[in-house]
Nanobody
Framework: QVRLVESGGGLVQPGGSLRLSCEAF????????VGWYRQAPGKQRELAVA???????RAGDSVKGRFAFSRDNAKDTVSLQLNNLKPEDTAVYYC?????????WGQGTQVTVSS
């Protein structure tokens, strides 16, 4: 059974930082594109960052320069460092793994940016 287990969300003040982690179970991790998407209230889910098995990174325009992303194929984990957070970063963040037509999602973790 495939599972993506996220952790690290929470409440943070504007300008603050958070680190999200995702551990994958049940897949050959190094074969997959992995990443983080987010969905704000009333909006569509959008890409935050993603990285291919070869290390090519894609990032949404709204997070470029503020979010750092890494994958550890030895530990089947991906991490997302969210820096200089803004209220508009408030969303549920979902871990994602894709391989061809196969897509898996985590349960999501809430990030709230508020003073």
């Amino acid at each position: 059974q495939v599972r993506l287990v996220e952790s690290g969300g929470g409440l943070v003040q504007p300008g603050g930082s958070l680190r999200l982690s995702c551990e994958a179970f049940g897949i050959i991790f190094e074969r997959y594109d992995v990443g983080w998407y987010r969905q704000a209230p009333g909006k569509q889910r959008e890409l935050a960052v993603a990285i291919s098995p070869g290390g090519k990174t894609r990032a949404g325009d709204s997070v470029k320069g503020r979010f750092a992303f890494s994958r550890d194929n030895a530990k089947d984990t991906v991490s997302l460092q969210l820096n200089n957070l803004k209220p508009e970063d408030t969303a549920v963040y979902y871990c994602n793994a894709q391989y061809g037509a196969e897509t898996h999602w985590g349960q999501g973790t809430q990030v709230t940016v508020s003073s």
